[in-house]
């Protein structure tokens, strides 16, 4: 039986396949194996272009368009001392491998995973208001968040191998990402009247997280051993995500 695009039911679908598309880049790269070096440096860099172009054409142009500049700059703010707080954190924790590469792929996919939660909580509250509008509407949104949730399983996934974690593990945690898009539909649906007042905030926040990932660890990383693969895949994922932006409703 069909459901019905304007119910409840059909908003979890849709938003739970989109939230699965980041454990579907996962599967990606642990079937692919240990990437060599170069094609590391390439997926993180794409990765953190894909991340810039989020914000570029999808986080920031969405945040403005509530035109409330404080919640705006508050959210930017937040979401970096945010990230940087969890990233100090995570040093702490790996003190006694300060400058390992391994300990430094491991801290990276876990801030990485932690960002894209971040905004996937947003991104469901999008889904739920084109649901709410039109059932279709919610299902291009769901259908854009998806192709741009793979690259981002992808960069979860990639340090996280290099750093030795076992696949089941790093499977548990992108499933666990995968939670945060369909439950940021069910609040929308829940609090649609609240969301005009809060949903700035959020979408300034996970733009602010996601420039601190890409700027502190995604391109530093990326560029250590082949800056030249590092810029290719960095601006191929802006370029890719920036043609999605364009051609697709987000």
Known sequence: MLLDFQSPLYLLYISTIAGLATTAGCLIVLFLGDPPDWILAVLLSAAGGVMFAVVAFDLLPLAASFKQPGPLLGGILAGMILMSSADRLLKARNRQLPNHRYSRLKRMGILIASGIALHDIPEGMAIAAGHESAGQLGTFIALGIALHNLPEGMATATPLVMAGIRKPKILALTLLIAIFTPLGALLGRVAMELVHTSLCFFVAL????????????LWPLSREDHPVWAFVGGLGGFIFFGFISVFLPH
């Open 206 to 217: 996970a733009a602010g997280a996601m420039v601190f990932l890409v700027l502190a660890e």
